[in-house]
C-alpha cells in the first residue's frame, strides 16, 4: 500500500514543469552547504539495472546509491518507514551540484590569479637575466 499522498507505479510525464515547494519567507535556520567538493567525490553516479524489472529486456537507469548519498546528504535521503526502501530527492542535489561549481569556480579564479602573478615573475626575470647578460659582456 502507497505510504505518499501521491505514489505512482511507473514513470511519469508531464508536458510541463515540475516544480518544488522552495520560498525563501518559509525558511529558517539558512545553513551554507560546506565542502560540497570533498563529500560529492565521495558518491558515485552509477548505471544499472534494476532487481525487479520483470520486463525480458532489461532498461538500463543511471542514478546514485541512496546510501552513498545519505551518508554526505542524509537530507537528500527518505527512507520509507514500511520497506526501509530508500529514494533520493534528485531535484534537492542541485543545491550541492551549484555550490560544487561555486568552489571550482573560486578554484579556477585563483588558479588564474597565481598563473598571471608566476607569468609576471617570469617576464621580471627574464629581463634582469637580459641585464645581466648586457652587462657581463661590458
Do not use: W
Request: hydrophobic share 30%.
Amino acid at each position: 500500500s502507497p505510504t505518499y499522498p501521491l505514489h505512482v507505479v511507473g514513470n511519469i510525464y508531464s508536458s510541463g514543469d515540475i516544480t518544488s515547494f522552495s520560498d525563501a519567507r518559509y525558511k529558517t535556520n539558512l545553513l551554507p552547504i560546506t565542502s560540497p567538493l570533498e563529500k560529492i567525490q565521495l558518491i558515485n553516479g552509477v548505471s544499472f539495472t534494476r532487481v525487479d524489472d520483470m520486463r525480458p529486456i532489461k532498461q538500463r537507469y543511471i542514478g546514485l546509491l541512496a546510501q552513498e548519498l545519505e551518508m554526505q546528504y542524509p537530507e537528500l535521503v527518505y527512507t520509507d518507514q514500511n520497506t526501509g526502501y530508500k529514494s533520493v530527492a534528485y531535484a534537492n542535489t542541485v543545491a550541492v551540484l551549484v555550490e560544487c561549481i561555486k568552489e571550482l569556480s573560486r578554484k579556477i579564479e585563483n588558479q588564474e590569479k597565481l598563473l598571471e602573478h608566476q607569468g609576471q615573475r617570469l617576464e621580471h626575470q627574464e629581463h634582469e637575466l637580459q641585464n645581466l647578460r648586457y652587462y657581463s659582456k661590458n
